[in-house]
């Protein structure tokens, strides 16, 4: 029994920090919408990975002055360590990283037609 408990706890724990942390972000609406909107009309469907916002948000932030990426994080240094339907949490291997943890939701439709976005992070 004690097996099944954790998993429930981190899910449940996870969820309500998903729930604060989207909250504090100040997500934009208007945004999230538009995004979902350009997935919708077939563009940037990328979007609809988890993974891959997780990826290339972490990226974009590695970029100093829009230079360039200082260091590309592999995608073998994402693992995923929550997905509920509409909630993601990817822990981070990489040293390398700025970060150790990234959330994300999926803002305008929870289902696999969804647009995932992060709504946070944990800094290393």
Sequence with gaps: ??????????????LAA???????AGL?????????EQVDSGHSQWR???AQVAATTLE????????????RVPTSAFKQVLNGGALAIFEITDPASPWTKIYLNKPVKQDSTG?????????R
């Design 1 to 14: 029994m004690k097996s099944r408990s954790i998993p429930i706890r981190l899910a449940i724990v996870a």
């Design 18 to 24: 998903l729930l604060v942390l989207t909250a504090v």
């Design 28 to 36: 934009d609406e208007a945004a999230a919408k538009s995004y979902q």
């Design 48 to 50: 609809l990975d988890a």
């Design 60 to 71: 974009g932030r590695m970029i100093p002055g829009g230079g360039g990426p200082v260091h």
């Design 115 to 123: 647009i995932w976005v992060v709504v946070s992070y944990d800094p």
